[in-house]
């Protein structure tokens, strides 16, 4: 699968689509019957695309095996790292916005 990073710092955050990929890259063909039960688990139809959704999945995940659970927890650092880089990219952009307009220039003066 081809990711086209669209978010800050060129990052996407993992959805559950990245999950199953991830899974198979473990587990290969093995990887469908644990996809449905981890889809089972979480209540999931794996057709979601919210972050809510890669939550509840990632808490089916940490419950699973320790491989598994290894799996899940590297997709939740990488969604709350996605989620704290783009907080502060956007107030980097802000402050950038902030600076680059006239009317901040002239009352700096």
């Keep these: ?6 978010g800050p ?3 996407s955050r993992p959805d559950l689509t990245e ?3 991830a899974l198979h890259n473990l587990y290969g ?19 979601e695309s919210d972050p809510e959704s890669l939550d509840r999945l990632v808490a089916a995940m940490l419950a699973a095996d320790p491989v598994t659970a290894l799996c899940g927890r ?9 989620v704290r880089l783009s907080a502060v990219h956007d107030l980097i952009r802000a402050r950038e ?3 680059d307009n ?5 009352q700096a003066e």
């Design 1 to 6: 699968m081809t990711v086209v990073n669209t």
């Design 9 to 11: 710092y060129e990052m």
């Design 19 to 21: 999950a199953r990929e």
């Design 29 to 47: 063909a093995g990887a469908e019957q644990l996809w449905g039960d981890l889809l089972a688990k979480a209540r999931l139809s794996g057709r």
């Design 74 to 82: 590297s997709l939740a650092i990488r969604a709350a790292t996605f």
């Design 97 to 99: 916005r902030e600076l």
């Design 102 to 106: 006239p009317t901040t220039i002239a």
